[in-house]
């Protein structure tokens, strides 16, 4: 086990601290008391803070279906990027290597997360890129532009071009080099190919909003109104 660097130095609290800071360059038993007591406090605290991560992961899948879980963008990138370390982690522990970073990821924790539907690998598959589309629309009522999203979504962007390619020629019965499954394809249609309302639609709306508010127009505070607000935003 990797002892992260705040825990070494600390008072354990045990009977053999005295001794454990005059034999740290060179004694045996003592040392080694204190060693576990301080391992047992990062077990503690690993435990809490995976529990209360689960838990949040369980919201998750019971909101979208699945645990593809974007750390890029959307209101759960600490989720996503909690459990991308805990894939790196994984990925650590089956190469029997240790993880430098102080992380720890138990058997049983290994086991809550695979039944609950984990993937250990997603780089690159359609599902990851598709709940990031999915997050990236929720968030600002649109698909990712070229020019206007920056370096951040560029590789969001891209995979919806192509993937957007792909499904044109496979409707249309042409060769693709892309891969699209046929519940893929119904999957990316219910957003990757769904036009964003036009000028005078976004325009109704406002005028909606503004006659049941007072002639007001929405701000940030208005969350059922976070596409409307964005878009005057734009």
Known sequence: MVIPNHYWGRNCGCNY???YASIAMGG???TT??????AGDILVENESKFKMRFAELVTFKEKYGNCNVSKITGE???LGNWLSNMRATYKKKKAGDDDTSGRILTDDQIVKLEELGVKWSLVGTFEERFEELRAFKDEHG?????????VVHKQLYEWLCITRHAYKNIEAGKSSNTILLDEQRKLFATIGLVASLSFEEKLEELRAFKDKHNERCPTAKDKDYKKLYNWMSR
Not at 142 to 150: I, L, Q, V, Y
């Open 17 to 19: 601290w005295p001794i």
């Open 28 to 30: 045996s038993n003592p």
């Open 33 to 38: 008391i204190c060693l576990v007591v301080i």
């Open 76 to 78: 759960d990138r600490v």
């Open 142 to 150: 649109r698909c990712p532009t070229k020019g206007s999203d920056g």
